[in-house]
Nanobody
Framework: QVQLVESGGRLVQAGGSLRLSCAASIASGRTFSSYRMGWFRQAPEKERVLVATISWRGTTTYYTDSVKGRFTVSRDNAKNTVYLQMNSLKPEDTAVYYC????????????WGQGTQVTVSS
C-alpha cells in the first residue's frame, strides 16, 4: 500500500514562488525509487492535467509547455519525497495540485495524493 501526502500549497501573489512536497509512505512491496513520480493539477471546473514528471532516478523530467522554465520537479529517494519548485507564479497556475505515482508509464496512475491548494492572486 502506498500513501502520498502533499504539502506546501497556499495563497501567493503573482510572481512569487512555492515549493510543494509529496511524501510517500510505502507499507510493503515496491520501493519509492521504483515509481515514476509526477504532479498534476486541476483548476475549478477543468480536467486534471499533467504538469511534470520525473523518472525513477531523477535523470529524466517532463514539463507541460505552460510551466517550462518556471517549474522544477525533483526527488529524493532516500526521503521518499518528490518536490515541485514553482517560480514566477501566475494566476492561471491556481489549482489543486496532486502528486501521483506510476509503476510503469503515465497511461495509468497507480497512486494519488489528496491534493494541495495553490492560489495565485493577481
Amino acid at each position: 500500500q502506498v500513501q502520498l501526502v502533499e504539502s506546501g500549497g497556499r495563497l501567493v501573489q503573482a510572481g512569487g514562488s512555492l515549493r510543494l512536497s509529496c511524501a510517500a509512505s510505502i507499507a510493503s512491496g515496491r520501493t519509492f525509487s521504483s515509481y515514476r513520480m509526477g504532479w498534476f493539477r486541476q483548476a475549478p471546473e477543468k480536467e486534471r492535467v499533467l504538469v511534470a514528471t520525473i523518472s525513477w532516478r531523477g535523470t529524466t523530467t517532463y514539463y507541460t509547455d505552460s510551466v517550462k522554465g518556471r517549474f522544477t520537479v525533483s526527488r529524493d529517494n532516500a526521503k521518499n519525497t518528490v518536490y515541485l519548485q514553482m517560480n514566477s507564479l501566475k494566476p492561471e497556475d491556481t489549482a489543486v495540485y496532486y502528486c501521483a505515482a506510476a509503476g510503469s508509464d503515465w497511461s495509468h496512475v497507480d497512486h494519488w495524493g489528496q491534493g494541495t491548494q495553490v492560489t495565485v492572486s493577481s
